[in-house]
C-alpha cells in the first residue's frame, strides 16, 4: 500500500470516525445532567435499558442487513446509471415498509408484550412502545445513509448525518425530559422526534435525487445477501441485551450495568466508524484480487486493529473518572465496570476484521450458523450466572459469546481464502490483554483495591505491549511525519 494511499486511508478514518462518534459522545456526556438524587436514578436508568432493548430490536429488524448491503451493492453499478438509482431507493423503501408492519405488530400485541416485564412502569407498553419504534426505524434509515454516503465518498453528507443526528436526538431527549417528563418517557419521546426528523431529512433527499422505486428483482439478490445477515443481526441483539432482559428484576443492578454499557457503546459506535472507513478500502483492494494483495489487505486490517486497541484503551480512565466526578447516585459503581465491558470491543474488531472474505465473497450464511451457537452460550451463561453473580455474570456471558464469535469466523475465514495473518497482532496480543484485564480484575476485588488502581494497571500494561509490538509502525510514522522537507 502507497504511503500516500495510507495517509488519505488514515485521513478519512480520522472524519468518519469523529463523526460517528459525535452522537455516542453527546450522548454519555449529557448524561449527568439528568442524573442526580432530583432526577433520575438507576432504577430509571434501568427503565432505558429496557426502551433501549426494544428500539434496537426494532432497529435489527426494519434495517434488515440493510446498511451493509447497499455497501456491497454500490460497487455493481455505475452510480450514475438508473438501476444504481432504483436499487437506492428501493433500499430505503424496504426499510420504510418493515417499520409500518413493526409498527401495527407493536401496537396490536401492547398487552402482550407489556407483561414479559416485571416492573410495573414497564407493563403499559401502549404508552412507549410507538416511540421506541418511531426511533428504531429512524436509526436503520440513518446507518443506511450513512453506509450510502460513506462509500459515495460524499463526506460532508456523511458528517452532516451523524452530527445531525446528534443534536436532534440529544437536544430532544432533553426538552423531553425537561419540559415533558423527567422519567423515561420523556426520554423516549425526544430520541423518538429527534431521530425521527433526522431520517426525514434523509428521505426528502433521497426522494428527490433517486425517485420512489421498489424493484423486485434488485431486491430478490439483495434481500438473498441481506437475510442471514439479518439473522445474524437478531442473534447480536440477543447476545447484547438478553442479559438486560434477565436483570430486569434487579432494577437497581441493571441501572448501573446498563450505564457502563451505554459508556462502552459509545466507543463501540467510534470503533463502527473506523470499521466503516476501513472496508471501503478492504473492499476496493479485494476486488482487484484477494490472493494477489494480501499484504495490503493485512496492513488495512493491522491498522484497523490498531487504532481500535489503542482507543479502547485511552478511553479507559477518562470514562471511568467521568462517571466518578459527575454521577451523584448509584450509578457511579459503573465506573468499576469500565475495563471488562470494553474488552469486548477486542473481540468484536477482530470479528469484523476475519469477516471481510465473508462478507466480500458474499458467503453470508456463515454468520447464521456460527452465531446460533452463540447466542445459546450467551443465554444459557446468563440465566445461570446472573441470578449469581449480577452484572460479573452477564459480562462474563458476553465475553465468552463474543470469543466463540471471533475464533469461529477467523477458522471459516481460513477455510475459503487463506490470508497469512500476523498472529501475534491479531490474535495473540489482542486475547492476552482480555486474559489480563479478567486477572487483573479477580485482584481488584480479592484484595479490595479502588478500581483506578486496577484500571491504570490494565491501561499502562496494555499500551506498552501495544508500543512494543507496533515499535516498527511507529517509527515508520514518526520519521515520515518529522522528516525535514
Same mark, same amino acid.
Given at each position: 500500500?502507497? %504511503? ?5 486511508? +488514515? ?9 460517528? %462518534? ?7 456526556? @449529557?448524561?449527568?445532567? *439528568?442524573?442526580?438524587?432530583?432526577? +433520575? ?15 434496537? #430490536? ?5 434495517? *434488515? ?9 454500490? /460497487? ?7 438501476? /444504481? ?10 426499510? #420504510? ?24 412502569? +414497564? ?53 423531553? +425530559? ?9 426520554? $423516549? ?11 426525514? @431529512? ?53 441501572? @448501573? ?5 451505554? =459508556?462502552?457503546?459509545?466507543?463501540? #459506535? ?26 495490503? @489487505?493485512?496492513?488495512?486490517?493491522? &491498522? ?7 482507543? &479502547?484503551?485511552?478511553?479507559? #480512565? ?15 459503581? %459503573? ?5 471488562? &465491558? ?10 469484523? $476484521?476475519?469477516? *471481510? ?11 447464521? /450458523? ?18 449469581? *453473580? ?52 479477580? =485482584? ?7 478500581? =483506578? ?16 509490538? /507496533? ?15
Amino acid at each position: 500500500m502507497k %504511503a500516500e494511499n495510507i495517509k488519505e486511508h +488514515l485521513k478519512l478514518s480520522f472524519i468518519y470516525t469523529a463523526a460517528a %462518534a459525535f452522537t455516542p459522545i453527546l450522548q454519555v456526556l @449529557i448524561q449527568p445532567v *439528568y442524573e442526580g438524587n432530583n432526577r +433520575l436514578n438507576a432504577i430509571d436508568f434501568s427503565h432505558l435499558a429496557i426502551t433501549e432493548l426494544i428500539t434496537s #430490536l426494532v432497529f435489527a429488524l426494519a434495517l *434488515y442487513g440493510m446498511g451493509n448491503a447497499i455497501a456491497r451493492f454500490y /460497487y455493481d453499478h455505475n452510480p450514475q446509471s438508473a438501476t /444504481y438509482r432504483k436499487m437506492v431507493s428501493s433500499v430505503f423503501t424496504s426499510i #420504510l415498509f418493515r417499520g409500518f408492519i413493526l409498527g401495527l405488530i407493536a401496537w396490536f400485541f401492547r398487552d402482550a408484550i407489556g407483561s414479559l416485564f416485571k416492573q410495573a412502569v +414497564l407493563q403499559d407498553f401502549s404508552t412507549y412502545g410507538t416511540a421506541c419504534v418511531i426511533a428504531g426505524v429512524g436509526r436503520a434509515i440513518n446507518i443506511t445513509a450513512a453506509a450510502l454516503f460513506r462509500n459515495e465518498k460524499k463526506v460532508i453528507s456523511f458528517v452532516l448525518v451523524s452530527m445531525g443526528l446528534g443534536f436532534f436526538r440529544v437536544g430532544f431527549q432533553l426538552i423531553g +425530559l425537561f419540559f415533558f417528563d423527567m422519567s423515561f418517557m420523556g426520554y $423516549v419521546y425526544g430520541s423518538a422526534l429527534g431521530t425521527g426528523l433526522v431520517s426525514l @431529512i434523509i428521505l426528502i433527499t433521497i426522494v428527490r435525487k433517486n425517485g420512489i422505486h421498489y424493484d423486485r428483482s434488485q431486491m430478490r439478490e439483495i434481500n438473498r445477501f441481506a437475510r442471514p445477515l439479518m439473522q445474524y443481526s437478531i442473534i447480536v441483539w440477543v447476545l447484547s441485551f438478553a442479559d438486560r432482559f434477565i436483570m430486569e428484576g434487579f432494577p437497581t443492578q441493571l441501572g @448501573i450495568y446498563n450505564t457502563a454499557v451505554t =459508556f462502552a457503546a459509545g466507543i463501540t #459506535l467510534v470503533l463502527q466508524g473506523l470499521q466503516g472507513a476501513n472496508q471501503p478500502e478492504v473492499f476496493r483492494v479485494m476486488r482487484e484480487g484477494i490472493s494477489e494483495n494480501q499484504a495490503s @489487505i493485512r496492513q488495512y486490517c493491522n &491498522i484497523l486493529l490498531m487504532q481500535s486497541m489503542f482507543i &479502547i484503551f485511552i478511553a479507559i #480512565l477518562p470514562m471511568m473518572l467521568y462517571l466518578d466526578l459527575f454521577y451523584e447516585t448509584a450509578v457511579k459503581q %459503573a465506573a468499576g465496570l469500565i475495563p471488562l &465491558i470494553m474488552m469486548r470491543g477486542i473481540l468484536r474488531t477482530q470479528f469484523i $476484521v476475519f469477516s *471481510y472474505p465473508a462478507y466480500f465473497l458474499k458467503k453470508t450464511r456463515i454468520f447464521l /450458523y456460527l452465531n446460533v451457537m452463540a447466542v445459546i452460550i450467551n443465554l444459557a451463561l446468563n440465566y445461570l450466572l446472573i441470578p449469581v *453473580y449480577f452484572f460479573y455474570g452477564a459480562i462474563a456471558a458476553g465475553l465468552i459469546a463474543d470469543l466463540v464469535m471471533a475464533l469461529g469466523i477467523y477458522i471459516y475465514q481460513k477455510r475459503i481464502v487463506d490470508i497469512y495473518w500476523n498472529n501475534l497482532k491479531t490474535m495473540v496480543y489482542p486475547l492476552a490483554t482480555i486474559a489480563f484485564t479478567i486477572i487483573i480484575e479477580v =485482584f481488584r476485588i480479592k484484595l479490595d483495591w479502588s478500581y =483506578f488502581i486496577s484500571g491504570t494497571i490494565v491501561v499502562f500494561a496494555a499500551v506498552g505491549a501495544m508500543g512494543i509490538l /507496533y515499535k516498527h509502525e511507529l517509527l515508520t510514522f514518526i520519521r515520515r511525519r518529522w522528516k525535514p522537507s
